[in-house]
C-alpha cells in the first residue's frame, strides 16, 4: 500500500491557481479536511485535495484532475 502525500496549503493553492488564503477560507469553512501537524500547520491529503476537486464546491482547471 502506498503512503499518504500530504500538500501544504501553499502546494494546494499553486495546483488549484488560487491564493493560499482562499484555501484557509476553505479550511475554515469545512469546505476542504486537513490535519494539523504537531507544530500548528495544516496539511491537506492527497485524496481530500482530490474529493474536493470532484465536488461542487470548486471547478478546477481539467489538467489538475488526474
Known sequence: ???EKYLTPQEVAEQLHVTPQCIRYYCNNKKLLYVTT?????RIKRSDLDAFIGSDV???PNDIKQ
Open 58 to 60: 470548486v471547478q478546477a
Open 1 to 3: 500500500m502506498e503512503k
Open 38 to 42: 504537531p507544530g500548528g500547520h495544516r
